[in-house]
């Protein structure tokens, strides 16, 4: 991603560190933990995570591995995000867990690692980037990656207002694109007004 548009991120998400102080799903850019919460249930959903190795693409605050943990036991969680303060408390949070959670800074787009189960990508993939062909980039980055899965939200397009920041998708479009890489490919929808779910299994 471009270092202006990484630089619009950072400045969003600071900005709402200092007005949301403490309230992790604010501060991340959900309207709420229950917003934040439906897609995690949707993600949970879409695979079996036991004894596997999770990647998550701009993770947070590592909200997701709890989440997951309430049901699976993940052999290994590696969260990268691009947002230093998102990492440090993560790494604070979960220390208890460091065996098997790792935090890596880096940007999402450009990060490659081997040995990832599934890859997961929960609101990262919304914000406006000025390369119009960033999606289709970071789909097949993360299809590369993943030895079973790929599952990932968006914004649809046809719902969701335009901002300066964050974009929608055409959904439809995303779908036709993902099954150009994988056969079977399934969209998830109604869980949210302005959202689907895209999973990818190999």
């Known amino acids: 991603m ?94 208890n867990e460091r065996d098997i959670c790792q935090f890596i800074r880096s940007d999402i787009s450009q990060f490659i690692i081997e040995g990832a189960d599934i890859v997961v990508a929960s609101g990262s993939l919304n914000y406006r980037s000025r390369d119009p062909n960033y999606i289709t980039k970071i789909i097949t980055r993360m299809y590369e990656m993943a030895h079973e899965t790929v599952i990932f939200n968006l914004l649809d397009a046809s719902s969701f207002p335009k901002q300066t920041l964050l974009t929608g998708y055409n959904k439809q479009g995303v779908l036709f694109y993902c099954k150009t890489l994988c056969p079977n490919v399934e969209i998830i929808e109604g869980y949210a007004n302005e959202d689907f779910t895209i999973v990818m299994r190999k």
């Open 2 to 95: 471009h270092l202006l548009d990484r630089l619009n991120i950072y400045l969003f998400h600071y900005n709402r560190t200092k007005k949301w102080a403490g309230n992790f799903s604010k501060i991340l850019g959900w309207s709420s933990d229950k917003s934040q919460f439906a897609r995690f249930e949707v993600i949970k959903q879409a695979a079996n995570f036991n004894g596997k190795h999770l990647l998550d693409l701009g993770c947070g605050y590592g909200e997701l591995y709890d989440y997951l943990s309430l049901d699976s036991q993940l052999s290994t969680y590696t969260g990268v995000d691009q947002q230093h303060q998102f990492l440090k408390a993560a790494k604070r949070r979960l220390r």
